[in-house]
């Protein structure tokens, strides 16, 4: 059973999620975008399946799946730390639900991939479902993707979202490196898109340390989810 828990309903919203995935880039642009926007936690989402694990980051509990809002700009931000391995397709539908729910205006994914194979590029894409946004993204710098394979919430969301209008932003990057390089390009286009008013310099200013704060969080969260695992085996055998 997947819950989608709010404390706060603001109306039609641009909804926009960020996972690990290819360098890490859904969840540094997502943070950032916290961090650097007035935001608010205003919900959380949870489902009995999902591990018991939870991470502590400078004594305060960092939840999985945070839901944040920044009024100015009428935006909901959920923020994932957790690894979706197994869970893409409930947190897909929690995703669609959450959208329904507060009737978005839009959903936009934030997502690094490995368009150019092995060969690193500047180059950053885009896929809507929306016919008359394609112009705006092709101004503002970013080229459809015509050939690729999505994985992942985002993949599984490609296919649950069912009409709604629907966005990806994609960095090309490296998939085994965190690559804050690649989250600020998707920052810069969104800014553009969406009008946020929000710098991108400071995250590369800051790379290493952002890398390596959210490495922490996520390796720690494995760790536990590991040892979790370890004790249900345990108890089994």
Same mark, same amino acid.
């Given at each position: 059973?997947v819950?989608?828990?709010?404390?706060?309903?603001?109306?039609?919203?641009? !909804?926009?999620?960020? +996972?690990?995935? @290819?360098?890490?880039?859904?969840?540094?642009?997502?943070? $950032?975008?916290?961090?650097h %926007?007035?935001?608010?936690?205003?919900?959380?989402?949870? @489902?009995?399946?999902?591990?018991?694990?939870?991470?502590?980051h400078?004594? /305060?509990?960092?939840?999985?799946?945070?839901? +944040?809002?920044?009024?100015? $700009?009428?935006? !909901?931000?959920?923020h994932a730390?957790?690894?979706?391995?197994?869970y893409?397709?409930?947190?897909?539908d929690?995703?669609?639900?959450?959208?329904?729910?507060?009737?978005?205006?839009?959903?936009?994914?934030?997502?690094?991939?490995g368009?150019?194979?092995?060969?690193m590029?500047?180059?950053? +894409? $885009?896929?809507?479902n929306?016919?008359?946004?394609?112009?705006? %993204?092709d101004?503002?710098?970013?080229?459809?993707?015509?050939?690729?394979?999505?994985?992942? !919430?985002?993949?599984? %969301?490609?296919?649950?979202?069912?009409?709604?209008? +629907?966005?990806c932003?994609f960095?090309d990057?490296?998939?085994?490196?965190?690559?804050?390089?690649a989250?600020?390009?998707?920052i810069?286009?969104?800014? &553009? $898109?969406?009008?946020?008013? !929000?710098?991108? &310099?400071p995250? %590369?200013?800051q790379?290493?340390? @952002?890398?390596? /704060?959210?490495?922490?969080i996520?390796?720690?969260?494995?760790k536990?989810?590991?040892?979790?695992e /370890? /004790?249900?085996?345990?108890y089994?055998?």
């Open positions: 059973m819950e989608v828990k709010l404390w706060k309903r603001p109306k039609s919203p641009t !909804v926009i999620e960020g +996972f690990p995935g @290819f360098g890490l880039v859904g969840t540094i642009a997502s943070e $950032y975008l916290i961090d %926007l007035k935001t608010e936690m205003i919900g959380k989402i949870i @489902f009995e399946d999902m591990p018991p694990v939870v991470a502590i400078n004594d /305060k509990i960092v939840e999985p799946l945070g839901i +944040f809002y920044d009024k100015k $700009y009428n935006i !909901v931000i959920l730390i957790t690894t979706a391995k197994g893409e397709w409930k947190l897909a929690a995703l669609v639900k959450l959208a329904k729910e507060l009737n978005a205006k839009e959903i936009i994914s934030l997502e690094g991939v368009a150019n194979g092995l060969k590029s500047s180059e950053s +894409f $885009y896929y809507t929306v016919e008359k946004n394609k112009s705006v %993204l101004n503002i710098g970013l080229k459809p993707l015509k050939e690729g394979i999505i994985m992942g !919430v985002t993949g599984a %969301l490609m296919l649950k979202v069912d009409g709604s209008p +629907f966005c932003m960095a990057t490296a998939s085994n490196l965190p690559d804050s390089k989250a600020a390009r998707l810069e286009m969104l800014d &553009k $898109y969406l009008g946020l008013n !929000v710098d991108s &310099k995250l %590369l200013q790379a290493a340390q @952002f890398e390596e /704060k959210l490495k922490g996520l390796n720690s969260s494995q536990a989810q590991e040892i979790s /370890k /004790k249900k085996m345990s089994v055998g």
